[in-house]
């Protein structure tokens, strides 16, 4: 069975700084990757996903992500956080053939001035 | 997403009460979806339909029961609420039509809370 893993439940950064959120999953078939947002009293938006070709996603709001399928991982990262990033993030995983998402537990950015 | 609504957002009851949550999506997707999201846990999947006809159990199913009246509508009902199913709800649906076919889209959310 697929899972996510998602190493920080919680990340604290200051304004202007850059950010790593860590996302691992287990799998040992091909998979689709995401990572999804959720603002305070908000439902989920997808900001970005792999699917096939390049390593290196961009997604929405100046996020990036990089597939290395040999540590199986997909962490997200942005240079330079805005006091609007402040959300929770979820990276969530699909394997090849699968229909079903896999949601890791979440880490709650909180930028501060 | 405007395109998937939930209905009620917000809502209490009492131990025992029967519920039911309402979703409707516009997309005109196949695929439709229930997860709750409890801190700490993520979002969980209760059920999904792949089509009008075709229902499946999540991971944590028991206590939940759904309806798939149209390819619009997914409904969630908790026959007999209790305590620990307070918790947010989402509805998602996705296209398997599309390339992206694996890529869901979220309503809302519905906050319950039983008391």
């Known amino acids: 069975a697929q899972s996510v893993t998602q190493l920080d439940s919680q990340v604290p950064v200051f304004e202007e700084a850059p950010v790593e959120l860590r996302c691992n999953y287990s799998?040992?078939?091909?998979?689709?990757l995401f990572w999804y947002v959720q603002y305070p009293n908000q439902g989920l938006q997808l900001l970005l996903k792999?699917?096939?070709?390049?390593?290196l996603v961009k997604g929405i709001n100046g996020f990036e992500a990089e597939f290395n399928k040999s540590q199986t991982s997909f962490h997200l990262r942005k240079p330079s956080v805005h006091i609007s990033d402040t959300a929770e993030y979820f990276c969530a995983v699909v394997t090849g053939g699968g229909n079903k998402l896999t949601f890791g537990t979440g880490t709650q950015l909180k930028v501060e001035l | 997403d405007a395109d998937v609504t939930q209905t009620p957002r917000n809502r209490i009851t009492k131990t025992g009460k029967r519920i039911m949550l309402e979703c409707s999506q516009t997309k005109g997707h196949d695929r439709m979806y229930w997860y709750r999201q409890d801190p700490g846990l993520g979002l969980r999947l209760i059920y999904y339909s792949f089509d009008v006809k075709d229902i499946n159990k999540g991971e944590i199913s028991d206590g939940y029961s759904v309806s798939r009246q149209a390819q619009a509508k997914f409904s969630l009902s908790l026959e007999s609420a209790i305590p620990n199913q307070t918790a947010l709800y989402f509805c998602?649906?996705?296209?398997?039509?599309?390339?992206?076919?694996?890529?869901?889209?979220f309503g809302p959310g519905t906050r319950l809370t039983v008391l």
């Open positions: 998602a649906t996705s296209d398997s039509y599309s390339s992206s076919y694996n890529e869901q889209f």
């Open positions: 792999y699917l096939s070709g390049s390593t």
């Open positions: 799998s040992s078939v091909s998979v689709y």
